[in-house]
């Protein structure tokens, strides 16, 4: 909220909602031409603060949904390929590389796993140092190793078994 005496030259707005509750028309049309409100309140009317809210949610839920990415893009050959996620069946480490497995081939991007996996859905899981697997692509699983779709056999570290179990629980 504002009081009056706030000063709007030089201010720059980045998703920032503002509420403006003022009786001084002065002020208001000041917010109107520096395009710095996103809704004016003359008297705190409930109906008021609820539109606002759903106005709020809305666009909350808008930001979320155009936020989701379902793909990684990967450079090859000078060319640009989208690599969906649900078609990766697995991620190996490669020193500071990473292979990405789908079904039929391998591609090799040039990022480690740590700095890619917080970016994948939460299907992918770190299962050893050396891998991260897409649950939506094993087969089974015991507490030693993990065996994809494409019978790849996945060792699964100490460290790892707890934070599989987890994930598992969490996407089943």
């Known amino acids: 909220m504002l009081s009056n005496e706030f000063q709007l030259s030089g201010i720059k707005r980045k998703n920032i909602f503002l509420i403006i509750i003022t009786e ?13 409100y996103d ?9 008021d603060l609820k ?3 759903d106005r709020l949610k809305a666009q909350s839920l808008l930001d979320s949904k155009s936020n989701v990415k379902n793909h990684i893009l990967i450079k090859e050959h000078k060319a640009n390929t989208e690599l969906q996620y649900n078609n ?5 480490a490669y020193g500071s590389y990473s292979n990405l ?3 039929n081939r ?6 480690t796993i740590k700095s890619i996996i917080h970016n994948f859905p939460e299907t992918f899981v770190r299962v050893h140092r050396s891998y991260a ?6 087969q089974t699983f015991s507490s030693e ?3 994809m779709n494409n019978k790849k056999r996945i060792k699964i570290s100490r460290t790892k078994k707890m934070a599989l179990s987890e994930a598992i629980q969490r996407t089943a």
């Open 88 to 92: 990766i069946v697995f991620i190996e």
């Open 106 to 111: 391998f591609y090799t991007i040039s990022k």
């Open 24 to 36: 001084n028309t002065d002020f208001v049309i000041q917010c109107i031409r520096h395009g710095f």
């Open 51 to 53: 539109l606002f809210s």
């Open 39 to 47: 809704y004016l309140l003359f008297n705190t009317l409930k109906a």
């Open 101 to 103: 497995y789908t079904e």
């Open 133 to 138: 697997v897409n649950l939506d692509h094993v």
């Open 145 to 147: 190793e993990v065996i």
